[in-house]
């Protein structure tokens, strides 16, 4: 049985809308009555960062939310969500280390600025930065989507489920993609698939 520690407030939520898609058993563990120290002792148990996500699949145990998916799709999908051909599971790869290295830096940045260091240690300029930062790889999600619905082309894959994942948060954060017209249309269809309903808890 597969197990995902960590509450859906958290990057939790990105391997749950990928186990959704999945259509595959799995026991959610969220954890979210626990203490900030609580859950990273109680995640600790499972695998060495104490960060959720953290999943176990039998013997294996695994942490970053990104590899969990990239795992579970590999895994448990030959078809849609990890394409055929190893060209295309390259570009899955290209485009999930994207997410984590120009995408996440600065929505992160963004959202530590406006929901944790709000006292003396806000940093205006540091969120300012991160925004004018984030107008980069919004650009080239916006050209790659000019042509294309979809990162890889016509269909749904884990390349736009992690991106669009990341791109969750921004949500939170009040931020306004409408000026990125493609990047808008392609978020919407994605967050409209069934699975990222049945992920966030609606039926
Ligand atoms: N790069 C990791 C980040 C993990 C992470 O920072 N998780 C946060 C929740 S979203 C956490 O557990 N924070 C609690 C803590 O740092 O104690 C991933 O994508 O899984």
């Known amino acids: 049985m597969i197990r995902l520690y960590g509450p859906l407030q958290s990057r ?11 259509s595959i058993p799995y026991e959610h563990v ?3 009555d626990l ?24 013997n294996l145990k695994l942490f970053e939310s990104t590899a969990i998916n990239l795992y579970l799709a590999a895994k448990y999908d030959d078809r849609e969500l990890w394409p055929a051909t190893q ?6 790869l290209q485009w999930a280390f994207f997410a984590m290295t120009e995408l996440e ?6 959202f530590m600025q406006k929901f944790v260091h709000t006292g003396d240690n806000h ?4 969120a300012q930065a991160a925004e004018a930062a984030l107008a980069e790889p919004l650009g080239v999600l916006e050209k790659q989507l000019a042509r294309r619905s979809h990162l890889l082309g016509d269909q ?14 921004l ?8 000026s990125q017209a493609k990047v808008n249309k392609w978020m919407n269809s994605c967050k409209k698939r069934p699975a990222y309903a049945r992920s966030r808890g609606a039926a």
């Open 156 to 169: 749904f894959t884990a390349a736009d489920l992690i991106c669009v994942s990341v791109l969750d948060m």
């Open 12 to 22: 939790a939520a990105r391997c749950l809308w990928m186990l959704e898609e999945l």
């Open 87 to 92: 060209a295309q599971r390259a570009h899955v």
């Open 171 to 178: 949500g939170m954060l009040g931020y306004d993609i409408a």
């Open 35 to 58: 203490s900030r120290e609580e859950r990273r002792k109680a995640i600790g148990a499972v695998t060495i960062t104490g960060k959720a996500p953290a999943m176990e699949d039998g």
């Open 105 to 110: 830096p600065p929505i992160v940045t963004m």
């Open 30 to 32: 969220p954890m979210d």
């Open 123 to 126: 940093n205006e300029a540091a």
